[in-house]
Every structure is written in structure tokens, then in C-alpha cells.
């Protein structure tokens, strides 16, 4: 992953395709915090670099950042991003690894989902035997409390 040591003008830097961090932010909907946060847990190589110290991103890295933020955007966890970079970058990769993580991710998914649904129920039913009125007892505050 390491880049060399090219050290041009943001101008001649443009001219050659890079893009300064607020540009790569805009092109893929990534937070230059986030792309500095990725860049730093090395999601993402570190960025080129200009005369001036301003960071450099390339379209491959345009298209990296918009693979973490496709796979954030469907819940996968740092690690998982990780590893699907790790396979995404690997010719050899077996596409039954993927699959894997993918159907793992899928399992957790669901059961976070029956988690809620299951908390949605209990509020549910807790907000039903309510009254909602000026008095002060109240169903939710006794679960809540362990009464």
C-alpha cells in the first residue's frame, strides 16, 4: 500500500487527476473526517501528499472510499469492511469467502432485528397499560425500575 513520494502543486496535482480531500469528500459522499479516520485505522493507504501537505486522493481511491461507504451504509462492522477490502484486492479470492461474510452479516442482521421487534413488543404493550393521564403511577416507569 505505501504510494511514492510524489510532492507536486495542488494545481499540477489537479492537472494529473488527484483530488484534494475536500474533493474526494464531495465525489463519494465520505466526510473528510471520516477519510482522514479511515486513512489513520488503514482502511485506505495514506494519501499522496503536495508540496504544501495537502492529501491527494486518486480514483482508485475515490472508488475504495465509496466501497467502505456502500459496506458501512449495509451495516457491516470495520473488521468486515477489512476483510471484504482484503478479498475486493485479492484476484484470487474465492467468492465462497464473500459469500461467508456476507450470510454471517446477514444471521447477525437478523438477530439484532428479533432483538428490536421483541423490545417493540414489550414497549408496545407497556405504552397500551399506560394511561397517559395526570396521574402519577405508570407502567413503564415500574418495568423500568423492576417493580
Given at each position: 500500500?505505501?504510494?511514492?513520494?510524489?510532492?507536486?502543486?495542488?494545481?499540477?496535482?489537479?492537472?494529473?487527476?488527484?483530488?484534494?480531500?475536500?474533493?474526494?469528500?464531495?465525489?463519494?459522499?465520505?466526510?473528510?473526517?471520516?477519510?482522514?479516520?479511515?486513512?489513520?485505522?488503514?482502511?485506505?493507504?495514506?494519501?499522496?501528499?503536495?508540496f504544501a501537505n495537502?492529501?491527494?486522493?486518486?480514483?482508485?481511491?475515490?472508488?475504495?472510499?465509496?466501497?467502505?461507504?456502500?459496506?458501512?451504509?449495509?451495516?457491516?462492522?470495520m473488521k468486515q469492511?477489512?476483510?471484504?477490502?482484503?478479498?475486493?484486492?485479492?484476484?484470487?479470492?474465492?467468492?465462497?469467502?464473500?459469500?461467508?461474510?456476507?450470510?454471517?452479516?446477514?444471521?447477525?442482521?437478523?438477530?439484532?432485528?428479533?432483538?428490536?421487534?421483541?423490545?417493540?413488543?414489550?414497549?408496545?404493550?407497556?405504552?397500551?397499560?399506560?394511561?397517559?393521564?395526570?396521574?402519577?403511577?405508570?407502567?413503564?416507569?415500574?418495568?423500568?425500575?423492576?417493580?
Amino acid at each position: 500500500m505505501p504510494r511514492p513520494a510524489i510532492r507536486p502543486e495542488l494545481s499540477e496535482a489537479r492537472e494529473q487527476g488527484f483530488h484534494n480531500i475536500g474533493e474526494a469528500a464531495a465525489l463519494t459522499g465520505v466526510s473528510a473526517k471520516m477519510i482522514r479516520h479511515y486513512e489513520s485505522i488503514g482502511l485506505v493507504p495514506p494519501a499522496s501528499r503536495t508540496f504544501a501537505n495537502y492529501r491527494l486522493y486518486n480514483d482508485a481511491d475515490l472508488h475504495r472510499l465509496r466501497f467502505i461507504k456502500r459496506a458501512r451504509n449495509l451495516g457491516f462492522s470495520m473488521k468486515q469492511i477489512e476483510q471484504l477490502l482484503g478479498l475486493w484486492s485479492d484476484p484470487g479470492r474465492s467468492s465462497a469467502e464473500v459469500k461467508r461474510l456476507a450470510q454471517a452479516h446477514v444471521d447477525e442482521l437478523e438477530t439484532r432485528i428479533r432483538e428490536m421487534q421483541a423490545m417493540q413488543r414489550s414497549l408496545q404493550a407497556l405504552a397500551r397499560h399506560c394511561h397517559g393521564d395526570h396521574r402519577p403511577d405508570c407502567p413503564i416507569l415500574d418495568d423500568l425500575a423492576g417493580a
